[in-house]
């Protein structure tokens, strides 16, 4: 029997050649787009420098965006959903639920650490004077992927609950949990982008570092396993290997976890 969402994808007709033409341009825009922000920054971010980069003339440009503004939240948009694919694949993992919103945590901090101008461009769209010039639509599709990937984390939280891993009682607590979870991760990932010198100050490897602040944290809500009850280290290597292991490959090029 097929399953409903391998049947609703199947019942999902193929992209014409057009809009298989128009993505990937899409896609080529945006990258040239990534590029000026990170070589030159936002304030050089202009349609004519991105129509100069892909060779296309300015009105291509804006047929895919209407401002400058949008092509940063689309780059957001592009970020949230790679996370979302991470995300997805610490919730479909063959573990228990500590085990896959620990996993959540890896994957979020390992994505940042590979991909540092994604949280940089997620800084820009809070900017008041860049927010206010997105179009509706853009800030429309931004939130509903932010809705889903913090749903993804909320339905672990949900299980757990329900399987007894958590106990009842935080039930009417659960959003901090998720909310928590990623302030810190979060803050920790702008430290790690700041020009605060962690290493020298003893807080390296970053990744290892949250991992160890995690488990304290889910402890502080009685998640069991509790983190006593089992060698945390092996299973950061064990998440690690099954699930991210080209992430941690991409990181280890620039910076061993050890």
Known sequence: MQCPV???ISSIPPLSRKQRELMKREALILDAAHNILHNQGYAQLTM???????EYSKGTIYNHFSSKEDMVCSLCCRSINNLIEIFTRAVE?????????SAIGIGYSLYHQINPMDAQNIQIMKINAVREKISTEKLAEKELLEQR?????????KDAIKCGDLPKEVS??????????WSMLYGALMLEQSDIPLEELGFSPSVKLLWINLQKFMDGYNWQPHSSNFDS???????SSDLYKNEIEML???????
């Not at 004519?48 to 892909?54: I, L, M, Q």
């Not at 009417?172 to 979870?181: E, L, N, P, R, Y």
């Not at 280890?252 to 050890?258: A, F, Q, T």
């Open 93 to 101: 993992y063959k573990g228990s639920s500590r085990e896959r919103f």
């Open 149 to 157: 990937i913090t749903g993804m984390a909320s339905s672990v939280v």
């Open 48 to 54: 004519d420098r991105v129509a100069e980069a892909v």
């Open 252 to 258: 280890n090029k620039r910076k061993p976890l050890s």
């Open 172 to 181: 009417t607590i659960a959003d901090s949990i998720v909310f928590g979870s």
């Open 233 to 239: 280290e092996t299973m950061f290597e064990k998440i």
């Open 6 to 8: 391998a049947k609703i």
